[in-house]
């Protein structure tokens, strides 16, 4: 239960204490400074408290906003200011020194809870305020003024403003033209029936993992019922972040459950069309890999950039300036937004060609549009990079280190070997390149040879901090390199259940790459090292891979990667779960638009 403390005379007429019990508050009423501070010290201490002035005239949403995101520990708007358990300390110090400067007598003209703020800044406190747009929220000082700040009120729709800051103020064409007229009143209609952001996640992977069943079949009807599936767990996919903007019903678990669901069904469902093109005899699980490793990449791309870059100081390019200036005129960003293919364009293409074509055509599309979309990207970033001077934090390159991935033997060359080979880009870039050769050479022992110079290159490219105007590009050059070499052996074997096994294998180590990502964007830190050691590294994984194929038959080989696949689902599954349910890190939402 939270505790709301109304501070002054209520006023004749005022819905406040009601509006803040239907948003779960314990109303009490503090006459003075004094009898706030009381109360405030009386409440439970696992309890949200919000100081609120009884004067206060707004929208019930206003107060939503300001005073039941769980996400801050604290947070205001004009006339209300709350703390959550972690930050009842620093309101407790402000309360009391206001009421000491106050002497403790009735309230002054001036709003407490306006003060409170003040202070709480002047602590250095960070303290959250909301943009409320055209909501209102205000502390009128005379009957007048009160008056006036009803009209507003009145003026405004609060829940039209509600359901349209539930959607993202940025958005892809298809989900903003397509989806979120409808999936807006889907997200009211769960949040009024009791449903939770988390169950709405849930059925949305499960509708994809039965869409992925369809697909399997291998028949037009099944892949017709894929296609529409597929749309629906989108539908769903987008109505849980409204639901929980809706709600203001943000968590640590639903963070983590939007964010690897949505990669658990993606991949799942290129398995299911895999299996479905298989039934009717057509092998097209390497393209299956193939669009897997290459939308993997293109995240890690995308990771690696915001992380070096999203705290840099000076971070101003000519390139950058003219994407702003694109980005004010209408139809360059709808274009824009649309030629890098977000997850609303791709889900549409992927249903639409699964249900009128084959398996392997939209596979085919899928990659030449995936892979025009990562050089558009990519290059972007590239020239963003190269055209501006900013000053990379020690934080991101600890960031751009962790999503590297090194393990144990990175490591142990990294300290053995005395002569430094140059830049960490070129580094990591020679020794892909090395592998990438050896792997195409047909001599049977090439691949471990490249594999040795690649994991050597591992532990060189990581020697200083990744400060380097292009060295994000690092952990996106690793990720290629061991994907790769796993589709390329499992090609070579030529036997059937191969690619199948490289594919779990491949998912599986993504699934800890992308862990890792939402770890840090949840500033919680990389896995434990222990983890990395367990599964190796990506250099340790590269090299094991290659030997294995060497030594192994292929039917033996195949065996291998699927025993291999299993160990490390394990791993990082029990430890991501255990990590996530237990976790205190907090949730990261994408915003919707200003209220």
Not at 237 to 265: E, I, N, P
Not at 309 to 335: C, R
């Amino acid at each position: 239960m939270s505790t709301a403390i109304v501070t002054g005379q209520p006023v004749p007429g005022s819905s406040l204490e009601n509006d803040l019990r239907s948003l779960g508050f314990d109303v009490r009423v503090a006459a003075d400074p004094a009898a706030a501070e009381t109360l405030l010290a009386a409440a439970p201490a696992g309890d949200r408290v919000a100081l609120v002035d009884a004067r206060f005239v707004g929208h019930r949403h206003a107060l939503r906003l300001g005073l039941t995101d769980p996400r801050f520990p604290l947070s205001a708007i004009p006339g209300a200011v709350t703390a959550q358990p972690e930050a009842r300390q620093a309101m407790t110090r402000a309360v009391a020194r206001e009421t000491s400067t106050g002497g403790g007598t009735a309230l002054a003209v001036h709003c407490l809870a306006d003060r409170i703020v003040t202070s709480l800044d002047s602590d250095g406190c960070e303290v959250h305020e909301p943009d409320l747009g055209s909501l209102v929220a205000a502390v009128p000082a005379d009957p007048q003024a009160r008056n006036e700040a009803r009209q507003a009120v009145a003026a405004v729709d609060d829940e039209a403003v509600r359901l349209k800051s539930a959607v993202k103020s940025r958005d892809g064409f298809f989900t903003t033209f397509f989806i979120s007229p409808y999936s807006r009143y889907i997200a009211r209609w769960c949040a009024r029936h009791g449903l939770t952001p988390n169950q709405v996640t849930t059925a949305s992977l499960l509708t994809a993992l039965i869409a992925a069943g369809c697909a399997a079949t291998g028949t037009r009807g099944g892949f017709v019922a894929a296609g529409v599936l597929l749309i629906a767990s989108f539908v769903l996919d987008c109505t849980d972040g409204q639901l929980a903007r809706y709600a203001l019903k943000y968590s640590t678990l639903g963070a983590w459950l939007d964010a690897t669901f949505d990669r658990a069904k993606e991949y799942a469902y290129y398995a299911g069309l895999a299996l479905g093109a298989a039934r009717g005899g057509d092998d097209v699980w390497a393209l299956a890999l193939g669009a897997m490793i290459l939308q993997t990449c293109r995240h890690v791309v995308d990771f690696s950039f915001n992380e070096a870059n999203h705290d840099a100081t000076a971070n101003t390019s000519p390139t950058a300036a003219l994407s702003d200036k694109l980005d004010s005129v209408g139809w360059t960003v709808w274009a824009r937004r649309m030629i890098v293919l977000p997850i609303g364009e791709r889900w549409a293409l992927i249903a639409v060609l699964t249900a009128a074509t084959t398996p392997r055509i939209t596979f085919c599309v899928l990659l030449v549009g995936c892979a025009l979309a990562a050089t558009y990207t990519t290059a972007g970033r590239v020239l963003r990079s190269v055209t501006r001077r900013a000053t990379r934090t020690d934080r991101a390159a600890q960031a751009l280190a962790d999503l590297a991935d090194n393990g144990p033997l990175a490591a142990l060359v990294a300290r053995v070997t005395r002569a430094r080979l140059g830049a960490p880009l070129l580094v990591a870039l020679a020794g892909t390149a090395v592998l990438a050769v050896s792997l195409f050479s047909g001599v049977t022992w090439a691949p471990v040879a490249g594999a040795v110079v690649y994991a050597v290159t591992s532990g060189q490219a990581l020697y200083r901090p990744l400060k380097g105007v292009l060295d994000w590009l690092v952990p996106p050059f690793f990720r290629a390199a061991e994907y790769g070499t796993v589709l390329i052996l499992a090609s070579k074997a030529g036997v059937n259940g191969a690619l199948p096994a490289a594919f779990g294998l491949v998912a599986a180590v993504a699934y800890h790459h992308y862990d890792t990502v939402y770890r840090i964007r949840g500033n919680a830190g990389a896995p434990p090292p222990w983890l990395v050691r367990v599964i190796g590294g990506h250099e340790g994984r590269t090299l094991l891979v290659t030997v294995l194929a060497a030594v192994l038959t292929a039917s033996q080989f195949t065996v291998a990667l699927t025993v291999l696949a299993v160990v490390v689902a394990l791993v990082v599954l029990v430890e991501s779960i255990r990590f996530w349910v237990s976790a205190g890190a907090p949730a990261v939402h994408d915003e919707g638009e200003p209220a």
